[in-house]
């Protein structure tokens, strides 16, 4: 969305302990639980409030309908076994402790009977119709749009054809593995009959999407300094653009910043047409991956200062051009995580969104509600839990009642989704950039000190116009917050408008030159989102090449991004007065947890080591995790010194080996030889052979005619601890496909007799395309411990005189096995410069910081409950003297429903900051508190604080970063 005009050292062991306690000796550890069924028509303690008459009601209804369970307290998914072995079908999490489920009446009175189930009762219709649609309605024959939310299983065309038979309109109906989704209008006197429908889990309004377009950023988030340091540039990665378009939709044309990196373009609401007469997805492409040519720089020598490159110039981009011919955003899918799904197969790992709409409100708009696009998203993220999704925050601050602070609650959709990182807009720090906020927008700024404030005076103001949080149930939004005003990027061929203005109106180029023709200013936090893009490709980057990650987490890119962030309280009205922008508290409803800092993030400052734990494997109901750190004095003793150097040491517990669930997980490359350089690992068949004539990396790839004859294959060994396996490939087709001739891609026996898993594929695009195929967990049972062969074959169904040809290059397979002993290592970089610790005596005392932080990509929540956390883990630090800091402690009033105990039972994304440190040995403990949904809850953690260094007689040297 755009909007327009040391002196103590301190020494680290980490001690990995995995705990799983008893469930009931967990719950009696929790005496203060609330049960409170959480819907968003009605909030109701089931047995408190008198609707107890119904649980001991033996119900003798004849068929399947749907019910509300509640439990005891945190749920064992060994309850859920038992009660779906009866035949009960579980479907949403509803806090607290409740799932819709679909039974008989014999499954019903099975399930009361059990002790660890506290209530039954029917999913009334009147639960699943949204209060605004019954707020608004005028007359039973006012016709609604609206978005019918059904079970996953559900008949979509029977319920469509009960829409019409009530003289409704059915606009579209598309399925994903969580739900089905029908778009139509509806009068208002049969929607609480559609509500009656078995199948029906929600209804609501349907609200429109849009650019929020009322009309150096790097250099803020020093990416340079990353760029400089650690050689990071974006190479290798895919980053995929939803937008109005690029430029002129023309690979021969296109802007120069981002010439040749391109590898696909869709016109998805203009069928064949990429292009970009609108400016804004040009301007948000060249701010995520342009390359700055234009402006200066010379990407063959990785120098990209002083022009105006994005944030990951060497990054590839998949353009998706959302933009219809009414320039309206109707090319968006009725499922909005279509979008990612889409792109995920064609190797995008990032994933960036410059617009939204509000959240309800039929008549005066309103945000922060968690709707269907924003369970979409979150779903999506569940999905591909390695793709990085973000979101603008929007553009809808305002100070409506005039009181010099910029109102909260304003924060659009799908932005409100768990999952994604929802990205806020602070001032750019150009003081000649004359324009204030309110000689731009006096009706929403209309007194001091915001109205005479210019828009980018101060890097640590926040944008008037970024809209703030919290969202309707009480969760942190803005995730972070990046540059969003003034910024310069590039600028479109065929669009008209100038947007924030032309170089050259605000003085930096004359007026017709090359920089005016393909530059422009654009403001909002449609520009500070794809900043933000940007630096997750470099995160991601980092994560492969240094700490070689092969598919590292999106939750663990969002928590490099939110642990380097940068604390900008109180703003830039200061602490004193009235009007301070920003709580002194982090994270806030304003900033969120910081503006983003690549160089914190990633580069650590002598003294301090950052530790790093994608954890794979997950967590269930009662279980802990805990990392011990000692921070202590440095010795010269030898026996001192040999014992400080760092480790890790993991001790299963033998509950959580009984369970089957390993304390840590690592994730290999099988294949030899997987982007063909040499000569070796791979079996041709006839009609193939190594080729330097396209290739997606390197030097080489593997070409395959397209007849039945070519064919080529590699035998491996899967472990047998293996618990996941993927393939990826990265594939070319030449010349025409008519859907006669495809290319297959198999998983087979080694005699390939049987085959495991395969994908047909065939396409006329022009550009390379990544598939990954995933073992589902009855296939990876059937193949752990056995010889597998991957197979590439050209299928020739019909003889023509023209056959296509076909390459593949950069074959991944991917399996990730339990491993018992993670290695600790200083953050390394390519070039390090060994600094020796400049004396032998022992170090006065001092005190360091220590930083956890905590996320995980969270189960997607339900539309029909207020609350949209379902997995909930708990992040704890304990000091040396028993002091407990519980995660994002501060943030909520004690008469919070967001906190239970010093708990945040709302935020997937949990922060403890000691900005002092004691000496001593620190507890940092992450514990699954309720995970009703999706098994074990994976999670990333990073923790920072003193790094070693030795003196004396046997110092130890360690790599240092000079900065």
């Given at each position: 969305m755009y909007r327009r005009i040391s002196l103590l050292v301190p020494t680290i062991f980490l001690c990995f302990v995995l705990v799983n306690s008893s469930i009931q000796a967990y719950h009696d550890s929790n005496p203060d639980l609330s049960y409170t069924i959480q819907l968003k028509t009605n909030s109701f303690d089931p047995i408190s409030e008198e609707m107890s008459t119904d649980q001991n009601k033996e119900v003798l209804l004849e068929g399947e309908t749907l019910y509300l369970v509640q439990f005891n307290g945190?749920?064992?998914?060994?309850?859920?076994?038992?009660?779906?072995?009866?035949?009960v079908k579980f479907y949403d999490y509803i806090p607290n402790f409740t799932f819709i489920t679909r039974m008989n009446s014999?499954?019903?009175n099975q399930t009361r009977a059990l002790d660890y189930v506290r209530w039954v009762g029917e999913y009334q219709p009147q639960y699943r119709l949204s209060s605004e649609l019954t707020a608004s309605q005028k007359s039973d024959e006012e016709i609604q749009d609206i978005i019918v939310q059904t079970l996953p299983d559900a008949d979509l065309m029977a319920i469509a054809e009960q829409i019409q038979s009530w003289g409704?309109?059915?606009?579209?109906?598309?399925?994903?593995?969580?739900?089905?989704?029908?778009?139509?209008s509806l009068p208002s006197a049969k929607q609480i009959e559609l509500a009656k429908l078995n199948d029906v889990l929600y209804i609501e309004p349907q609200f429109p999407v849009e650019f929020t377009n009322d009309v150096g950023g790097t250099v803020i988030m020093e990416v340079g300094e990353v760029r400089n340091q650690l050689n990071l540039f974006g190479e290798g990665q895919i980053v995929a653009v939803a937008d109005s378009g690029l430029d002129t939709g023309n690979l021969a044309t296109l802007h120069p910043d981002v010439f040749g990196r391109l590898l696909n373009g869709f016109g998805l609401g203009r069928p064949g047409d990429w292009s970009d007469p609108n400016g804004h997805g040009t301007h948000v492409a060249g701010s995520v991956l342009g390359n700055g040519v234009m402006s200066g720089s010379n990407p063959a020598a990785h120098n990209y200062n002083n022009s105006y490159a994005g944030s990951a110039p060497e990054a590839q981009l998949i353009m998706q051009s959302v933009m219809d011919s009414g320039g309206s955003l109707g090319g968006i899918p009725d499922d909005r995580g279509d979008l990612m799904r889409d792109a995920y197969q064609l190797g995008a790992r990032i994933h960036t969104n410059s617009w939204g709409g509000p959240t309800g409100g039929i008549y005066y708009p309103e945000y922060g509600g968690y709707i269907t696009s924003s369970q979409q998203i979150d779903a999506a993220a569940w999905e591909m839990k390695d793709m990085v999704i973000l979101f603008s925050a929007g553009n809808d601050g305002t100070d409506a009642n005039a009181n010099g602070v910029v109102d909260l609650d304003s924060i659009g959709q799908p932005g409100t989704a768990k999952n994604c990182i929802t990205v806020g807009a602070t001032e750019n720090s150009?003081?000649?950039?004359?324009?204030?906020?309110?000689?731009?927008?006096?009706?929403?700024?209309?007194?001091?000190?915001?109205?005479?404030?210019?828009?980018?005076?101060?890097?640590?103001g926040m944008a008037a116009f970024s809209s703030r949080g919290p969202t309707d149930d009480g969760r942190i939004k803005p995730d972070v917050v990046?540059?969003?005003?003034?910024?310069?990027?590039?600028?479109?061929?065929?669009a008209e408008g100038t947007g924030w203005g032309t170089l050259s109106y605000h003085g930096l180029t004359n007026a017709g030159s090359t920089l005016d023709q393909r530059y422009l200013f654009l403001g909002g936090t449609s520009m500070s989102t794809p900043l933000v893009a940007g630096a997750a490709a470099l995160v991601r980057e980092w994560l492969i090449d240094y700490k070689h990650f092969l598919n590292p987490s999106s939750a663990l890119v969002k928590a490099l991004l939110v642990h380097g962030a940068e604390d900008i309280s109180p703003g830039e009205y200061g602490s004193v007065s009235a009007y301070q922008q920003i709580p002194n508290i982090t994270p806030n409803n304003v900033s969120g947890w910081g503006r983003v800092n690549v160089a914190d993030s990633l580069i650590q400052d002598s003294g301090q080591q950052m530790r790093i734990d994608d954890y794979t494997a997950g967590l269930v109901t009662g279980q802990s995790i805990s990392y011990n750190i000692t921070v202590g004095q440095v010795s010269n003793d030898e026996t001192a010194n040999q014992g400080n150097i760092p480790s890790f040491e993991v001790t299963p517990s033998a509950s959580s080996q009984e369970k089957g669930i390993s304390s840590k997980s690592v994730t290999e490359q099988l294949l030899l030889n997987p982007s063909f350089e040499s000569e070796t690992g791979w079996t041709l068949g006839r009609q193939t052979h190594y080729s330097s004539t396209e290739k997606h990396s390197g030097s080489k790839s593997m070409f395959m005619d397209g007849t039945n004859d070519a064919e080529f294959y590699q035998v491996v060994s899967v472990p047998e601890n293996a618990t996941s396996l993927e393939l990826k490939f990265f594939w070319l087709t030449k010349y025409y496909e008519d859907g006669n001739h495809y290319l297959l891609a198999r998983v087979t026996s080694v005699d390939r007799t049987h085959t495991y898993l395969s994908s047909s594929l065939n396409s006329s695009s022009s550009f390379w395309q990544q598939k990954t195929m995933v073992f589902n967990s009855d296939l990876l049972a059937e193949v752990r411990g056995k010889e597998i062969a991957i197979e590439f074959s050209a299928i020739d169904n019909i003889y023509t005189m023209w056959f296509p040809t076909y390459y593949i290059d950069d074959v991944e397979l991917n399996v990730t096995t339990p491993n018992g002993i993670p290695t600790a290592v200083p953050t390394p970089t390519r070039t390090p410069t060994l600094v020796p610790s400049p004396t032998s005596t022992p170090l006065p005392l001092s005190n360091e910081p220590l930083r956890a932080t905590l996320v995980w990509t969270d189960y997607p929540g339900s539309t029909t409950a207020t609350k949209a956390l379902v997995n909930d883990l708990d992040l704890v630090v304990t000091a040396p003297n028993g002091t407990k800091y519980y995660g994002n402690s501060g943030v909520y009033s004690s008469n919070s429903s967001c906190l239970s105990n010093g708990h945040d039972r709302c935020n997937n994304t949990e922060t403890v900051f000691i900005p002092n440190a004691v000496q001593g040995q620190y507890t940092i403990t992450v514990t699954g508190y309720n995970v009703p949904q999706g098994g074990q809850q994976p999670y990333a953690i990073i923790i920072s604080a003193g790094l070693p260094t030795f003196t004396g007689e046997n110092a130890v040297y360690l790599p240092l970063l000079q900065r």
């Open positions: 945190p749920i064992d998914e060994a309850w859920k076994m038992e009660i779906s072995s009866f035949g014999s499954m019903v409704g309109i059915v606009k579209s109906q598309t399925q994903n593995d969580f739900y089905g989704f029908i778009t139509a150009r003081p000649s950039f004359a324009i204030t906020w309110g000689a731009a927008w006096p009706s929403d700024f209309s007194v001091q000190p915001i109205y005479w404030d210019r828009v980018a005076s101060n890097r640590i990046a540059p969003g005003t003034a910024i310069i990027s590039m600028r479109s061929s065929l």
